[in-house]
């Protein structure tokens, strides 16, 4: 059993195949040999051979954990996705704490085109292991199918609805095609003006373009829809401060918040707001709860940015200096993430264009 283990962790599967078959042989009765055994001969390929060890090792031990889930693995890799499904499903049921089976019971009915059912053992899977990333894709891949089959029954039901130029304007919004993403979403809105989240959508991708009065308007029509919108406050109001509206921007900021406390992007803006009305302590503040709330993201950054213009005319070096080293910090982790990685940002609803950090320039000093 050592040998064989060994053996294993050096991937050396014919050698742990030979150790594990003497131990079969010597003790015929031991359910973790055929077990151990069925493994390794699961790992050198021989799915035919492993079988009938998994099925010894049940046999013997009808609680031993992971034999149900190998056995589903050599069934979905001969394509026998219901055979799979119950072994798998017997996993999950003898340990409940196995993601990895109620990953593969996902995958098997997801295999089975049955997308919805996959969803809740997936579910489950992230639920124990959340920064699995093949976890993370499988429940993604669900979801999508599930959505998708959604849309296809809302487009054979009306191919010019509301809804219909809704989800083609988020689509188009997703893959930055965004005067498309305008088209759909104005014909929409014409289609359904007092729908609420729709002017919201129209005046999101108006900003991504740069047309600032379009989606000012759009933010404020949603607002008059709704004006318990916490997100078009948030949305309209860092416009404004951005915009030579700071003042009407600070009071939409602050209201937003109040709402909505988990918008912790509007603090960044409204800090520039309270820097623009000369309020400079509590914008002061106001960047280090953005700091505080994400310390990592580009908002971050961008408000240590600040920080160190405030504390410069301020003239508290310490202060500044602090800042702009953090600020560096950041900028060089940003550009050394982005040599790496060619990455596509999808925002959610709350979020907001962010300044590329090299668009900042550095104060002298």
Known sequence: MQQGGQAMSS?????????????????????????????ALFESGKLDQARPELAKALTLKPGLRGANLFLGLIDYRENRFKDAETHLARETAIDPHSAKAFMWLGVCRLAGNDPQAAIEPLDKAYALDPADPDILYHRGHAYLLVANQSYDAMFRLNTDSMRVHQVLGEAYAQSYRNQDAIGEFELAVKMAPHQPGLHEELADQYWVVGNLDKAAAAYREELEIDPYAATSMYKLGSLLVLNHGAAEGVQLLRKALHADPS???????????????????????????????????DRAMLAYYKLAQLYRKMHDTTNQQAAMQNFL????????????????IIRNRSQLPVDHPDLASIPAG
Do not use: C
């Open 11 to 39: 991937s050396n599967f014919a050698d742990a195949v030979t150790a594990y078959s003497i131990v079969t042989k010597e003790q015929p009765s031991f359910a973790e040999g055929h077990f151990n055994l069925g493994l």
């Open 263 to 297: 918008l912790s992007d509007a603090h960044y803006y409204l800090g520039v707001g309270l820097v623009a009305t000369d309020q400079a302590q509590e914008a002061i503040d106001q960047f280090n709860m953005a700091i505080a709330a994400d310390p990592g993201n």
């Open 329 to 344: 910090r950041m900028r060089a982790e940003t550009r050394e993430r982005q040599d790496r990685h060619s990455t596509q």
